[in-house]
């Protein structure tokens, strides 16, 4: 075990509270805010995609995406798995983007991505690990195809899954967390913007 892998693990359980300072200061900070018209736009399209590639994810996946322990699935290739080993954090990467250029904050994207990459660096290797234990020989395999953040195009496989889609319904609902802070952050996202300077 590694002395990241502690560290990982932590981050993994908490990581839905940990943008809460990050999501505070896109919200009240002011100084500093671009006069582009083009930035809010931009963050709402980024935030969107974000989102869209969570849900795909999470149709494969299925809940196990939420889970704050160790327990896991199948090792899944398929769909966005195909494409990025962690399309659910490809995702969280492109929401807070979008979430700090609609801010209009551009000084704190460079804040944002070291966050996201000490974060998210720290959790992926730790569920490498994790996963790895499980299925070494077929992770291996899967790690040597597909990158652990770039995408791969054309895809390892021909996107179908390998077990059945989860139903919307469930999707949704293990997702509610998550579309519920999107949606709040847009809705006071906009209300910043709307108040002007």
């Given at each position: 075990?590694?002395?990241?892998a502690p560290?990982?693990?932590?981050?993994?359980?908490?990581?839905?509270?940990?943008?809460?300072?990050?999501?505070?200061?896109?919200?009240?900070?002011?100084?500093?805010?671009?006069?582009?018209?083009?930035?809010?736009?931009?963050?709402?399209?980024?935030?969107?995609?974000?989102?869209?590639?969570?849900l795909w994810?999470?149709?494969?996946?299925?809940?196990?995406?939420?889970?704050r322990t160790?327990?896991?699935?199948?090792?899944?290739?398929?769909?966005?798995?195909?494409?990025?080993?962690?399309?659910?954090?490809?995702?969280?990467?492109?929401?807070?983007?979008?979430?700090?250029?609609?801010?209009?904050?551009?000084?704190?994207?460079?804040?944002?991505?070291?966050?996201?990459?000490?974060?998210?660096?720290?959790?992926?290797?730790?569920?490498?690990?994790?996963?790895?234990?499980?299925?070494?020989?077929?992770?291996?395999?899967?790690?040597?195809?597909?990158?652990?953040?770039?995408?791969?195009?054309?895809?390892?496989?021909?996107?179908?899954?390998?077990?059945?889609?989860?139903?919307?319904?469930?999707?949704?609902?293990?997702?509610?967390?998550?579309?519920?802070?999107?949606?709040?952050?847009?809705?006071?996202?906009?209300?910043?913007?709307?108040?002007?300077?």
């Open positions: 075990m590694t002395a990241e560290t990982g693990a932590w981050l993994f359980r908490y990581r839905s509270f940990l943008p809460v300072p990050l999501a505070l200061i896109l919200l009240f900070v002011r100084k500093g805010q671009s006069d582009s018209t083009l930035v809010v736009p931009g963050g709402i399209l980024l935030v969107s995609a974000g989102q869209i590639l969570r994810a999470v149709r494969h996946i299925g809940t196990i995406s939420r889970t160790t327990r896991y699935g199948p090792l899944m290739t398929a769909g966005p798995y195909a494409i990025v080993r962690n399309p659910l954090y490809v995702g969280n990467w492109l929401l807070w983007t979008g979430f700090t250029l609609w801010s209009r904050l551009l000084w704190m994207l460079p804040v944002a991505w070291l966050i996201f990459f000490f974060q998210y660096r720290a959790i992926a290797r730790w569920e490498a690990s994790f996963i790895r234990s499980k299925y070494t020989t077929a992770y291996d395999k899967y790690a040597r195809q597909v990158r652990a953040w770039l995408p791969r195009w054309p895809p390892m496989s021909d996107l179908k899954p390998l077990l059945p889609l989860h139903p919307w319904r469930d999707v949704l609902f293990s997702e509610r967390g998550t579309l519920i802070a999107v949606l709040v952050m847009a809705a006071l996202l906009t209300g910043k913007y709307l108040a002007g300077d």
